[in-house]
């Protein structure tokens, strides 16, 4: 099993639609990540938090330490929202351990 | 103010040759993190180093593999004779300090095609 979890692993949606990635993990964290990896490009660093929620623009990440899950959420979804989400944790050290990312398509 | 940069962003190598691939972190950025990302696959922790230091190398292959970053200029992750396995992308995020809780910006990545 691994130590991330994401899901759904694939997710297609209308514009305008609000969208929920989850992210489930096995092991105690100082924090997590949520990434942004657009096709053919490079990765794109959207939050970082140990507790609580965060906001930036459409998307919004909370977690729940004492049941290990945190979800990414896209308020009024667009096509260019279409990306791989990938959530990532960091433990006691600073090397990251990935999810195998959630793929987002957004349709007009 | 210039983010991760990777170079080159593709590389073709035979079966065989070396391949260098370079990583030169934020300004003021001393950590360095290099991850695999093979096709199909989730990204995949290999090195941590600090300025002349390998702080954690628990991810990189026992051989072949090898990753430096000096005092002066980027960090480097070199491949000796590679085999087709190692068809990746490979990704270098920098930090500014160390610790539990630390943002990592990544570079764009370094793509690597063995033939």
């Known amino acids: 099993k691994n130590e991330v979890e994401q899901s759904p692993q694939n997710l297609t949606a209308q514009e305008g639609e609000f969208i929920t990635i989850n992210c489930s993990y096995s092991v105690g964290i100082s924090a997590l990540h949520w990434l942004q990896q657009h096709p053919g490009g490079g990765i794109v660093s959207l939050f970082m938090l140990s507790s609580g929620k965060k906001k930036h623009g459409r998307l919004i990440a909370t977690i729940n330490i004492q049941e290990k899950h945190s979800s990414l959420h896209i308020t009024a979804s667009h096509p260019r929202d279409s990306a791989v989400y990938i959530c990532a944790v960091s433990l006691n050290t600073d090397k990251l351990i990935f999810g195998t990312g959630t793929r987002l398509q957004v349709f007009p | 103010n210039a983010g991760v940069m990777q170079n080159p962003r593709h590389l073709v190598r035979r079966r065989g040759q070396e391949a260098r691939l370079r990583c030169s972190p934020m300004k003021g950025h001393s950590h360095v993190y290099w991850y695999r990302q093979l096709p199909e696959e989730g990204l995949k922790f290999m090195v941590y180093l600090q300025k002349e230091n390998i702080i954690d190398e628990s991810g990189m292959p026992k051989e072949r593999f090898s990753a430096e970053f000096p005092k002066e200029g980027p960090s480097i992750l070199r491949i000796q004779q590679v085999v087709r396995g190692d068809s990746a992308a490979y990704f270098c995020?920098?930090?500014?300090?160390?610790?539990?809780?630390?943002?990592?910006?990544f570079g764009p990545g370094t793509r690597l095609t063995v033939l």
């Open positions: 995020a920098s930090s500014r300090t160390s610790g539990r809780a630390v943002e990592q910006f």
